[in-house]
């Protein structure tokens, strides 16, 4: 019979960044700092296109749901990887880790199918505009939202019945800065790992699969803006769409390199950097970059703080 080191794990320690104590006070502050612009950003971006009429249109319905996912998800991380870098080694419940770890995860694939239906509104608006009103309404933008916050935390359930039956065998340091899939899947001293079976699986079905749809509307739409008559329409038009571009990259850039490269290219350090700006940097980003290339929202933040100009 194998011998194997079945002590019951009740607790993980996170490692955190190997730094020196001074450039850990300095990344502290720095990340602090965004933090707090993440929450400010979304949470005035959110009370802006509830309080202000005219942004009651799908488009910024969906850009709510966006802040509001942003916001949650750097809370979800945030406050961890904060105290890592205050403390040398900090002690996480077992039960806090496999809640974060779903909790994360199942943001991150809510926001993956989100950005999803964003580009759908986007190719329905540039590319059906006499149908825009049917095929996007109120009633379908609020039933895709739910089905994408609802598909997020249901596929992530994988992760809490594979999980129960996956032995770590006393293993308990996880070198990253909070308890991620990828860092504490490798604790894990199965047989068959918990990463050969779940990575690809979300990789697919959170990532790939609504990227193609992304690339899809997007060809759809380059098509249709070299067909406009005029060089200030073909901008106008290319300008609303360069925001939801760039977030998609940042986020997907990101996302796609921890979860779809090669296992022999893991590198922790660079997990724990591409984890820091998957889930601080550039949720502290997105409501910055709809804002400043959106007229519709500037001048909606203006009209909330001086009501009478029209």
Known sequence: MENRNETQ????????FPYHPQTK???FVVLLAIYLVTLIANSLFIIITLAVSQLHLPMYFLLCNLALLDLCYSSVSGPTVLEGLLFQRISIAYSRCMTQMYIALSLGQAECFLLGVMAWDRYAAICKPFHYHQIMNS???????????????????????????????????IDHTFCELQAVSRLTCTHTNFSDISTPFFAFVSLVAPLCLILFTYLRILSTILRMSTADRRHRTFTTCGSHLLVVVLFYGTAMGIYLKPKSTLSSEVDKVSAVFYGQVAPALNPLIYTLRNKDVTVAFKKLGHPNIS
């Not at 794990?9 to 955190?16: A, D, K, N, W």
């Open 139 to 173: 009633q379908v933008c609020v039933k895709l939202t739910v089905l994408c916050w609802a598909s997020g935390f249901l596929i992530s359930l994988t992760s809490v019945v594979i999980l129960p039956v996956v032995h770590f065998c006393g293993h308990k340091d």
């Open 9 to 16: 794990v009740t607790e993980f320690i996170l490692l955190g």
């Open 25 to 27: 006070v300095a990344l």
